[in-house]
T-cell receptor, first 114, second 113 residues
Framework: AQSVTQLGSHVSVSEGALVLLRCNYSSSVPPYLFWYVQYPNQGLQLLLKYTSAATLVKGINGFEAEFKKSETSFHLTKPSAHMSDAAEYFC????????????FGKGITLSVRP | DAGITQSPRHKVTETGTPVTLRCHQTENHRYMYWYRQDPGHGLRLIHYSYGVKDTDKGEVSDGYSVSRSKTEDFLLTLESATSSQTSVYFCATLSGADTGELFFGEGSRLTVL
């Protein structure tokens, strides 16, 4: 069975600092991996996805993530945080094939200090 | 231009009353899902549908039922609401059939007193 671990529930960074949100996954087959972002009182929006092409994936708003099979990780980074990045971030995994279903991590809340 | 519309967006009800949440999509997607979001639990799958009249259970289906009589509509029903069902409910459609990528609605906040 697939699973996702997002350690910690809250990360706080200063504006302009590096953002690093960690995600580790477990999957019995080659996975597809996703990061979603949720702004207050909104639904989830796809930030980026890994679907077995390039291991370094670039997403919206300057975010990127690197798939590392040896570490079973898919950490999300952004070189310079902006106040507008404050949100909740979810990592999710699915297994390839028809009728694949996403399994979500518990989410991490990112705060950005002025 | 929203592809998914959820209604109602907010609802307060009392324990023991029935509640139905509606999800309407305009993208003609075959698969539709209902998730609930709770602090510390992330999103958990309640039920999903893989076509008209074809539904299946997710990991937290107890106390919930669903129906899908048309491609565009997916209903979630709480037959007798309990306080533990206070949550934010999200509908999603499968926008990436091979990868599992989902597109989400804006959510419905349900409070059961």
């Amino acid at each position: 069975a697939q699973s996702v671990t997002q350690l910690g529930s809250h990360v706080s960074v200063s504006e302009g600092a590096l953002v690093l949100l960690r995600c580790n996954y477990s999957s019995s087959v080659p996975p597809y991996l996703f990061w979603y972002v949720q702004y207050p009182n909104q639904g989830l929006q796809l930030l980026l996805k890994y679907t077995s092409a390039a291991t370094l994936v670039k997403g919206i708003n300057g975010f990127e993530a690197e798939f590392k099979k040896s570490e079973t990780s898919f950490h999300l980074t952004k070189p310079s945080a902006h106040m507008s990045d404050a949100a909740e971030y979810f990592c999710a995994v699915s297994e390839s094939g028809a009728n694949s279903k996403l399994t979500f991590g518990k989410g991490i809340t990112l705060s950005v200090r002025p | 231009d929203a592809g998914i519309t959820q209604s109602p967006r907010h609802k307060v009800t009392e324990t023991g009353t029935p509640v139905t949440l509606r999800c309407h999509q305009t993208e003609n997607h075959r698969y539709m899902y209902w998730y609930r979001q709770d602090p510390g639990h992330g999103l958990r799958l309640i039920h999903y549908s893989y076509g008209v009249k074809d539904t299946d259970k997710g990991e937290v289906s107890d106390g919930y039922s669903v129906s899908r009589s048309k491609t565009e509509d997916f209903l979630l029903t709480l037959e007798s609401a309990t306080s533990s069902q206070t949550s934010v409910y999200f509908c999603a459609t499968l926008s990436g059939a091979d990868t599992g990528e989902l597109f989400f609605g804006e959510g419905s906040r349900l409070t059961v007193l």
